[in-house]
């Protein structure tokens, strides 16, 4: 099925679709090449989630993943893209299992690049065994993969963000773009705020929320390798060019890894607060990072941001 | 969950060439319609699995504009539903029938 | 058992286990006389950005020695640390930086497993223990995803009706056997029996490649995601 | 002999009392509460300003803490009830008397404790008429007002959110009233005097900002594809063919978009100069995408709006502003100029029923309406002609000689046939009717009357109710454009489309508009940043509006 269409956002060329706002089967056509997408186990075949019944929810064709293989710039990719508004794009079983075959399917073929275009909350609720365990298999068929050679690229610029065991994955990539609105994290503000008081965590402090696991901070602490504007064009050419730019998963690789973290606790781990991290790595004036334009930040980061390759 | 299929006689073909699309995502106020083009073409069947429960009245008025509007011979159209309005439902039910009419 | 117990039983021959703060790390002397290399969690402990650093630096200092022994991992934890501090400076990057390092450990020839004697949760679960070759268990092990208060304050469904429905299937609720059932624990060892052969016996069949969708299908815990992923590879495989 | 001067003795004494905490003019905050008490006398008229949007928060805390023994049975005149304080003071026997404007937030409350008998209910009004009877017949003995800062002197200097304060102010000074102020700061001198000092008694420094509340800001991030469409009715079938230049906008969603398409399909339909130029707005973040493309010749303000400040001194062209550059806002005039300088008034409701009245009322929610009655009503007294009022008032009466005819003010309710939580739009009968039964009400809380509505926009298309010439054509006109609610379901087919045939109901096929363009990518900013964008940083929105 190569024209499955959302309803929502203008099909009138990818350039001004917003990223956020498209569904997931948006991102995957418009990231694409034109008209070269094949999905696999496509909503048709009614692969819905044999939990949701229990709970009385309502079910979706696709279980809110969307996976198949295309070209992106004449190369051959596999991608798979969450549906962030779906169950806000948890990891069910089924939605797990498609990402999880991809993974091996990239392993086994060890030259094939996946992209990974994140949306999601985390675990599903209703289903959170299997979920859990489908995110420690994709995790593990991730690292396969890599080992094997593979590129695996995560894009994460969703309404849902990438949290719990979606932020485990991302961190399993061999790089990451995100955009201001690619919130990236393992505990969300709500749970915390939850769990440990208002005092840890305001989470109806979206300024706080923001630069704390938005995409700026992300980027500029060193968590994502390339920053997007919020556009499937800026996400397309972030991707082609983090394609060029990432090499297989090796022991060195995560050795330089421990470094980089290393470095990072040791540099930054008593800031309070993003702008301290921000000031620390050399950003002029940290307050206003967050109100800066797309094109301004990509400088900006680019002067400040540590180089991450071969160390992820 | 409730589940209504509604069985009606189309005027003509539904125009396009594709065997099917998906339009919408099923949310809270949304409903995600999967067109098939599997029927003879004089016949338009819509299955709607919903988490509100006792709109079948309603359900039956959009569906029988919707068919008279369209005109989608030849297709079945499944219904994930979270509750959408009305209006949503049959934006959504245009939506999937202009959907197979596109290029590509 | 306790953890004295538990490392007693596996490591008759002895080990050198550091522990402080929380965190397991060293080397224990196996059954045959290889040095197994030992991570772990203890009393409950949540797992921030600093822990899953170090642990994750024991385990490529492990690989950087080279050789073929295990590498076991020992888990009562809390789930990962909730703080602000801890999002910040980027648990996602941490937590994930111990698992890559466990699993490239296992395609490195290390066999790793994963022995859960007390409880865990979420984000700590999937960095330790489920991301080994081979988890198993202790009774009374309560690994739990998400425990059934925050559940029903999501679902708006009472914890009565959660634990009525947890009778009829073993996807979402807290508890060993439930995520046994869906094939994250391949078995559950008898304490009243030397814990080292159990060990032993475990990597002896223990396969490289992750099963556990597939145990999931056989004891009925995940009816579908072993044949979704096999179809999706079978097609993704031919399409590349 | 008579001594005429009663009451400005009792205010002498009043302000005797006061001054005993005062230096100058001055009382410290902690001594809020003994001020009042030395001030108010029971039974009292108070207006506690509670306006739309700035609320006299410290005034209004004091005031529960009076001792109930001294301070009692006040009667509160006061337009808008906003914060939990305002009836707090209901319910410990402080006020006892109730007539206002509007309460938001306070809506379910008021409900319980109109049910309760806390609250003895005057009237629900609008603002205009609220302020006018603060002239005649609800003239308050005492006015605890908010403003930015105060010199020595008492002079006042209200910020951009001057909106009801010189009517109250007036009202209460000049008839013998004491006028209490809290302000942000005392300064040496005021920006600009809004309020002259001798109109002033006693100031309150609060040593922070009053409370605000930013009613006006809708995040383009939420605007659906269905209001989108209704925007896109509105557009190309009334302010077209009516030309509409000078208008007022309800807050809600729809005209969020109707906004928001103005410098995407409404220019390409050709229409930039042709509608909206003139408006009696309060400052929309929404408006700034129209404003920036040349669209918008000027804009007379209610109230402020948070964060639009600098953008709107950056645009004193469009906006009214003082010397000092910030914008200067009033409610009363405003409301003036929306009921006889504006040629049409668009908003929303929840319930129409089916001659076309419509209300915000529900039996478990009082909101009240602020100013939606007066925009939404056609003022008998205008004289002056222009081209929309003249065509209106032509479709309702053709057969009328032409110099003898009044134009219509055009009165349009727009939304969607079913809204949030599924609940319809159009009922068989109001909410408002059995609030006024169960509270034995003399007159039902309808906020636009039937025969002040001119047109019904939903997603099914446009009633045109001028060309009505029955209540019945009027039934099926309303019915026909009711979509799937029983109401709408309960149309006569065949009556519908005579009504169709003659342009009294309009569809989206009719007008030349497709729903399936209804898109998101119409809308010329598709978040509060995009709006920000659009400002060149003038713009900062509320934290709450953020999303980085």
């Given at each position: 099925?190569?024209?499955?269409?959302?309803?929502?956002?203008?099909?009138?060329?990818?350039?001004?679709?917003?990223?956020?706002?498209?569904?997931?089967?948006?991102?995957?056509?418009?990231?694409?090449?034109?008209?070269?997408?094949?999905?696999?186990?496509?909503?048709?075949?009614?692969?819905?989630?044999?939990?949701?019944?229990?709970?009385?929810?309502?079910?979706?064709?696709?279980?809110?993943?969307?996976?198949?293989?295309?070209?992106?710039?004449?190369?051959?990719?596999?991608?798979?893209?969450?549906?962030?508004?779906?169950?806000?794009?948890?990891?069910?079983?089924?939605?797990?299992?498609?990402?999880?075959?991809?993974?091996?399917?990239?392993?086994?073929?060890?030259?094939?690049?996946?992209?990974?275009?994140?949306?999601?909350?985390?675990?599903?609720?209703?289903?959170?065994?299997?979920?859990?365990?489908?995110?420690?298999?994709?995790?593990?068929?991730?690292?396969?993969?890599?080992?094997?050679?593979?590129?695996?690229?995560?894009?994460?610029?969703?309404?849902?963000?990438?949290?719990?065991?979606?932020?485990?994955?991302?961190?399993?990539?061999?790089?990451?773009?995100?955009?201001?609105?690619?919130?990236?994290?393992?505990?969300?503000?709500?749970?915390?705020?939850?769990?440990?008081?208002?005092?840890?965590?305001?989470?109806?402090?979206?300024?706080?929320?923001?630069?704390?696991?938005?995409?700026?901070?992300?980027?500029?602490?060193?968590?994502?390798?390339?920053?997007?504007?919020?556009?499937?064009?800026?996400?397309?050419?972030?991707?082609?060019?983090?394609?060029?730019?990432?090499?297989?998963?090796?022991?060195?690789?995560?050795?330089?890894?421990?470094?980089?973290?290393?470095?990072?606790?040791?540099?930054?781990?008593?800031?309070?607060?993003?702008?301290?991290?921000?000031?620390?790595?050399?950003?002029?004036?940290?307050?206003?990072?967050?109100?800066?334009?797309?094109?301004?930040?990509?400088?900006?980061?680019?002067?400040?941001?540590?180089?991450?390759?071969?160390?992820? | 969950?409730?589940?209504?299929?509604?069985?009606?006689?189309?005027?003509?073909?539904?125009?396009?060439?594709?065997?099917?699309?998906?339009?919408?995502?099923?949310?809270?106020?949304?409903?995600?319609?999967?067109?098939?083009?599997?029927?003879?073409?004089?016949?338009?069947?819509?299955?709607?699995?919903?988490?509100?429960?006792?709109?079948?009245?309603?359900?039956?008025?959009?569906?029988?504009?919707?068919?008279?509007?369209?005109?989608?011979?030849?297709?079945?159209?499944?219904?994930?539903?979270?509750?959408?309005?009305?209006?949503?439902?049959?934006?959504?039910?245009?939506?999937?029938?202009?959907?197979?009419?596109?290029?590509? | 058992?306790?953890?004295?117990?538990?490392?007693?039983?596996?490591?008759?021959?002895?080990?050198?286990?550091?522990?402080?703060?929380?965190?397991?790390?060293?080397?224990?002397?196996?059954?045959?006389?290889?040095?197994?290399?030992?991570?772990?969690?203890?009393?409950?402990?949540?797992?921030?950005?600093?822990?899953?650093?170090?642990?994750?630096?024991?385990?490529?200092?492990?690989?950087?020695?080279?050789?073929?022994?295990?590498?076991?991992?020992?888990?009562?934890?809390?789930?990962?640390?909730?703080?602000?501090?801890?999002?910040?400076?980027?648990?996602?990057?941490?937590?994930?930086?111990?698992?890559?390092?466990?699993?490239?450990?296992?395609?490195?020839?290390?066999?790793?497993?994963?022995?859960?004697?007390?409880?865990?949760?979420?984000?700590?679960?999937?960095?330790?223990?489920?991301?080994?070759?081979?988890?198993?268990?202790?009774?009374?092990?309560?690994?739990?995803?998400?425990?059934?208060?925050?559940?029903a304050r999501v679902t708006k469904l009472s914890v009565e009706v959660l634990t009525e429905k947890a009778r009829s299937t073993p996807v979402f609720a807290p508890g060993l056997d439930n995520l046994a059932r869906t094939g994250g624990v391949l078995e559950t060892w008898d304490p009243s029996k030397p814990l080292a052969d159990q060990l032993a016996a475990v990597l002896g069949r223990a396969d490289t490649r992750d099963r556990r969708d597939a145990l999931g299908k056989e004891r009925g815990g995940r009816p579908k995601a072993a044949d979704i992923a096999e179809r999706v590879r079978e097609l993704a495989t031919r399409a590349g | 002999m008579r001594d005429w001067s009663r009451d400005g003795t009792a205010r002498d004494e009043r302000v005797a009392a006061g001054r005993v905490l005062a230096r100058g003019k001055a009382v410290h905050r902690d001594d809020a509460a003994k001020l009042l008490e030395a001030l108010l006398k029971p039974g009292d008229r108070v207006c506690l300003e509670g306006d739309n949007q700035k609320q006299a928060d410290l005034l209004a805390e004091a005031l529960t803490r009076v001792d109930p023994a001294v301070v009692h049975d006040l009667h509160m005149v006061q337009s808008g009830v906003v914060l939990p304080e305002h009836l707090d003071v209901f319910e410990s026997g402080i006020a006892k008397r109730l007539d206002y404007s509007y309460s938001g937030p306070q809506a379910a409350r008021v409900a319980r404790m109109l049910f309760g008998g806390k609250i003895e209910l005057g009237a629900v009004h609008t603002y205009l008429e609220l302020f006018a009877r603060y002239f005649i017949d609800l003239t308050p003995h005492v006015a605890l007002i908010a403003a930015v800062s105060a010199d020595r002197d008492g002079n006042l200097y209200t910020g951009p959110n001057t909106e009801d304060t010189p009517t109250v102010v007036e009202?209460?000074?000049?008839?013998?009233?004491?006028?209490?102020?809290?302000?942000?700061?005392?300064?040496?001198?005021?920006?600009?005097?809004?309020?002259?000092?001798?109109?002033?008694?006693?100031?309150?420094?609060?040593?922070?900002?009053?409370?605000?509340?930013?009613?006006?800001?809708?995040?383009?991030?939420?605007?659906?594809?269905?209001?989108?469409?209704?925007?896109?009715?509105?557009?190309?079938?009334?302010?077209?063919?009516?030309?509409?230049?000078?208008?007022?906008?309800?807050?809600?969603?729809?005209?969020?978009?109707?906004?928001?398409?103005?410098?995407?399909?409404?220019?390409?339909?050709?229409?930039?100069?042709?509608?909206?130029?003139?408006?009696?707005?309060?400052?929309?973040?929404?408006?700034?995408?129209?404003?920036?493309?040349?669209?918008?010749?000027?804009?007379?303000?209610?109230?402020?709006?948070?964060?639009?400040?600098?953008?709107?001194?950056?645009?004193?062209?469009?906006?009214?502003?003082?010397?000092?550059?910030?914008?200067?806002?009033?409610?009363?005039?405003?409301?003036?100029?929306?009921?006889?300088?504006?040629?049409?008034?668009?908003?929303?409701?929840?319930?129409?029923?089916?001659?076309?009245?419509?209300?915000?009322?529900?039996?478990?929610?009082?909101?009240?309406?602020?100013?939606?009655?007066?925009?939404?009503?056609?003022?008998?007294?205008?004289?002056?002609?222009?081209?929309?009022?003249?065509?209106?008032?032509?479709?309702?009466?053709?057969?009328?000689?032409?110099?003898?005819?009044?134009?219509?003010?055009?009165?349009?309710?727009?939304?969607?046939?079913?809204?949030?939580?599924?609940?319809?739009?159009?009922?068989?009968?109001?909410?408002?009717?059995?609030?006024?039964?169960?509270?034995?009400?003399?007159?039902?809380?309808?906020?636009?009357?039937?025969?002040?509505?001119?047109?019904?926009?939903?997603?099914?298309?446009?009633?045109?109710?001028?060309?009505?010439?029955?209540?019945?054509?009027?039934?099926?006109?309303?019915?026909?454009?009711?979509?799937?609610?029983?109401?709408?379901?309960?149309?006569?087919?065949?009556?519908?489309?005579?009504?169709?045939?003659?342009?009294?109901?309009?569809?989206?096929?009719?007008?030349?508009?497709?729903?399936?363009?209804?898109?998101?990518?119409?809308?010329?900013?598709?978040?509060?940043?995009?709006?920000?964008?659009?400002?060149?940083?003038?713009?900062?929105?509320?934290?709450?509006?953020?999303?980085?």
């Amino acid at each position: 099925m190569s024209d499955l269409t959302p309803g929502g956002t203008s099909e009138s060329g990818r350039g001004g679709v917003s990223w956020y706002e498209a569904s997931a089967r948006q991102r995957v056509r418009l990231l694409l090449d034109a008209g070269s997408f094949t999905e696999f186990v496509g909503p048709e075949q009614r692969e819905t989630s044999p939990h949701l019944q229990v709970f009385d929810l309502p079910e979706q064709f696709d279980d809110g993943m969307v996976v198949g293989a295309g070209t992106l710039g004449g190369g051959a990719v596999l991608v798979a893209a969450q549906e962030g508004r779906f169950m806000g794009g948890a990891f069910g079983e089924v939605h797990g299992a498609k990402l999880t075959g991809l993974l091996r399917a990239a392993r086994d073929l060890t030259s094939t690049p996946v992209l990974i275009l994140f949306d999601t909350g985390g675990v599903r609720l209703q289903e959170a065994n299997a979920g859990e365990l489908a995110i420690a298999e994709i995790m593990r068929a991730v690292v396969e993969a890599r080992h094997a050679g593979v590129t695996v690229l995560g894009l994460v610029g969703g309404r849902s963000g990438c949290f719990g065991g979606g932020g485990l994955i991302a961190g399993c990539c061999s790089a990451l773009a995100v955009s201001e609105q690619g919130r990236i994290g393992v505990s969300g503000p709500e749970v915390i705020e939850t769990n440990r008081g208002v005092e840890e965590f305001d989470s109806k402090d979206r300024p706080l929320v923001w630069r704390t696991t938005g995409g700026k901070h992300r980027r500029l602490i060193g968590g994502a390798d390339a920053f997007a504007d919020d556009t499937v064009d800026a996400f397309r050419a972030c991707a082609l060019d983090l394609l060029r730019t990432t090499g297989p998963l090796t022991l060195d690789t995560l050795r330089n890894e421990q470094a980089r973290l290393r470095e990072r606790l040791d540099r930054f781990g008593a800031c309070a607060d993003a702008r301290d991290v921000w000031a620390k790595r050399g950003v002029d004036d940290a307050g206003a990072v967050p109100g800066l334009p797309a094109d301004d930040f990509i400088a900006l980061a680019g002067r400040v941001a540590e180089p991450s390759h071969d160390a992820r | 969950m409730e589940n209504l299929t509604y069985r009606h006689k189309a005027k003509t073909r539904a125009p396009g060439d594709k065997p099917l699309a998906l339009v919408g995502v099923v949310a809270s106020g949304n409903l995600e319609v999967l067109v098939e083009r599997v029927l003879p073409d004089t016949d338009c069947e819509v299955a709607i699995a919903t988490t509100a429960k006792g709109f079948g009245d309603v359900w039956a008025a959009v569906v029988s504009d919707f068919v008279e509007r369209r005109s989608p011979g030849g297709l079945r159209l499944s219904i994930n539903d979270g509750g959408a309005r009305p209006d949503t439902v049959a934006l959504r039910l245009s939506q999937a029938v202009r959907s197979l009419e596109e290029g590509r | 058992m306790t953890l004295d117990e538990i490392l007693q039983s596996l490591f008759p021959d002895g080990h050198d286990i550091a522990r402080t703060d929380g965190l397991l790390s060293g080397s224990a002397t196996m059954k045959g006389g290889a040095v197994a290399a030992v991570i772990g969690v203890e009393g409950r402990a949540p797992l921030g950005v600093d822990g899953a650093l170090k642990l994750g630096g024991h385990v490529l200092d492990a690989l950087e020695r080279g050789g073929d022994a295990p590498v076991i991992v020992l888990v009562d934890s809390d789930s990962q640390r909730m703080s602000k501090r801890d999002e910040l400076l980027g648990l996602n990057e941490f937590l994930a930086h111990l698992a890559k390092g466990l699993i490239l450990a296992d395609l490195r020839g290390r066999p790793t497993v994963g022995i859960l004697y007390g409880h865990t949760a979420a984000g700590a679960f999937i960095a330790t223990a489920l991301a080994t070759r081979v988890l198993v268990g202790l009774p009374g092990a309560e690994p739990e995803v998400m425990d059934l208060p925050s559940m029903a304050r999501v679902t708006k469904l009472s914890v009565e009706v959660l634990t009525e429905k947890a009778r009829s299937t073993p996807v979402f609720a807290p508890g060993l056997d439930n995520l046994a059932r869906t094939g994250g624990v391949l078995e559950t060892w008898d304490p009243s029996k030397p814990l080292a052969d159990q060990l032993a016996a475990v990597l002896g069949r223990a396969d490289t490649r992750d099963r556990r969708d597939a145990l999931g299908k056989e004891r009925g815990g995940r009816p579908k995601a072993a044949d979704i992923a096999e179809r999706v590879r079978e097609l993704a495989t031919r399409a590349g | 002999m008579r001594d005429w001067s009663r009451d400005g003795t009792a205010r002498d004494e009043r302000v005797a009392a006061g001054r005993v905490l005062a230096r100058g003019k001055a009382v410290h905050r902690d001594d809020a509460a003994k001020l009042l008490e030395a001030l108010l006398k029971p039974g009292d008229r108070v207006c506690l300003e509670g306006d739309n949007q700035k609320q006299a928060d410290l005034l209004a805390e004091a005031l529960t803490r009076v001792d109930p023994a001294v301070v009692h049975d006040l009667h509160m005149v006061q337009s808008g009830v906003v914060l939990p304080e305002h009836l707090d003071v209901f319910e410990s026997g402080i006020a006892k008397r109730l007539d206002y404007s509007y309460s938001g937030p306070q809506a379910a409350r008021v409900a319980r404790m109109l049910f309760g008998g806390k609250i003895e209910l005057g009237a629900v009004h609008t603002y205009l008429e609220l302020f006018a009877r603060y002239f005649i017949d609800l003239t308050p003995h005492v006015a605890l007002i908010a403003a930015v800062s105060a010199d020595r002197d008492g002079n006042l200097y209200t910020g951009p959110n001057t909106e009801d304060t010189p009517t109250v102010v007036e009202a209460t000074t000049f008839k013998n009233g004491v006028v209490v102020a809290q302000v942000n700061e005392i300064v040496d001198r005021v920006p600009r005097v809004d309020i002259p000092g001798d109109r002033v008694h006693f100031v309150v420094e609060a040593g922070r900002p009053f409370y605000v509340e930013p009613l006006f800001t809708r995040d383009p991030g939420a605007v659906t594809e269905t209001q989108i469409l209704t925007a896109m009715l509105a557009i190309k079938g009334i302010y077209a063919p009516y030309a509409v230049k000078r208008l007022n906008h309800g807050i809600g969603f729809n005209t969020a978009a109707i906004e928001l398409l103005l410098p995407t399909y409404a220019d390409r339909l050709g229409l930039k100069g042709e509608i909206c130029t003139h408006w009696a707005l309060n400052p929309h973040p929404t408006l700034i995408p129209a404003i920036e493309s040349g669209w918008v010749e000027q804009i007379h303000s209610f109230g402020s709006e948070v964060g639009m400040d600098d953008y709107i001194r950056a645009r004193p062209d469009v906006y009214f502003t003082g010397a000092d550059g910030s914008l200067r806002s009033n409610r009363a005039f405003c409301q003036t100029a929306g009921l006889y300088a504006c040629d049409m008034f668009i908003g929303s409701t929840l319930q129409i029923d089916l001659a076309g009245h419509s209300s915000t009322v529900t039996t478990s929610r009082v909101a009240g309406f602020g100013g939606a009655p007066n925009m939404g009503s056609d003022p008998r007294g205008r004289r002056h002609p222009s081209a929309p009022w003249l065509k209106a008032g032509r479709e309702a009466d053709p057969d009328a000689p032409a110099p003898l005819r009044r134009g219509r003010k055009l009165v349009v309710q727009i939304g969607e046939t079913f809204g949030d939580g599924n609940v319809p739009l159009f009922v068989e009968k109001l909410d408002a009717l059995n609030l006024a039964e169960k509270l034995d009400l003399e007159l039902a809380p309808v906020m636009v009357y039937a025969d002040d509505t001119t047109h019904i926009v939903t997603e099914e298309g446009v009633a045109n109710l001028l060309l009505c010439r029955s209540p019945a054509e009027r039934e099926q006109a309303i019915r026909g454009v009711a979509g799937y609610t029983e109401i709408g379901r309960g149309r006569d087919r065949a009556m519908v489309e005579r009504l169709r045939a003659r342009k009294v109901i309009q569809r989206p096929e009719d007008l030349g508009v497709d729903p399936l363009d209804a898109d998101r990518s119409l809308l010329a900013a598709r978040s509060v940043k995009d709006l920000v964008h659009w400002s060149g940083g003038l713009y900062a929105p509320p934290a709450k509006f953020r999303n980085w």
